[in-house]
């Protein structure tokens, strides 16, 4: 009985010193930063662009948020192809980001735009369209899942 109990806890004292070392990385995942014990980690996101019947443009026009570190702000997410996105992720408490993109047909000409927000809840990741506005009928829709948002023709 002794020897079951002292198993349970060392079982519980690995996972609760995982928390706090990577010996992966040989380094903490504590955030000293203003005295904030906050255990960091991040969480990959990614943009597609599925467009193929009716091809157009996604520009990137403006970022806010938990992004582990600054998004290019010039990229432009050609048909094919996706950009990748790693936010924030904080045990215990809730990390947002979103994005804003200009939709553009092939010749440069905005036509609309989306804005999009990825959300990182300790290990839950989810996606929402919060806007999708189009100047002219052009077809576009946008799928998303938990770390993904894929924008093709309607």
Do not use: Q
Not at 71 to 92: K, M, T
Not at 109 to 136: C, P, Q, W, Y
């Amino acid at each position: 009985m002794k020897l079951g109990m002292v198993l349970v806890l060392f079982i519980l004292l690995v996972i609760v010193a995982s928390l706090f070392y990577s010996p992966l990385k040989r380094e903490s995942g504590v955030n000293l930063e203003d005295n904030n014990l906050t255990i960091l980690a991040t969480k990959g996101f990614n943009v597609y662009n599925k467009s193929e019947l009716h091809p157009f443009l996604i520009r990137a026009a403006s970022f806010d948020g938990d992004y582990a570190s600054t998004p290019d702000p010039l990229h432009i997410i050609r048909p094919g192809a996706s950009y990748h996105f790693e936010v924030d992720r904080y045990y215990f408490f809730v990390s947002n980001a979103y994005v804003t993109y200009d939709l553009l047909d092939m010749n440069g000409t905005r036509f609309g735009e989306a804005r999009l927000r990825m959300k990182v809840d300790t290990h839950v990741a989810s996606t929402t369209v919060l806007s999708l506005n189009t100047t002219i009928y052009f077809p576009v829709g946008i799928e998303n899942g938990g770390s993904y948002f894929n924008f093709i023709n309607k």
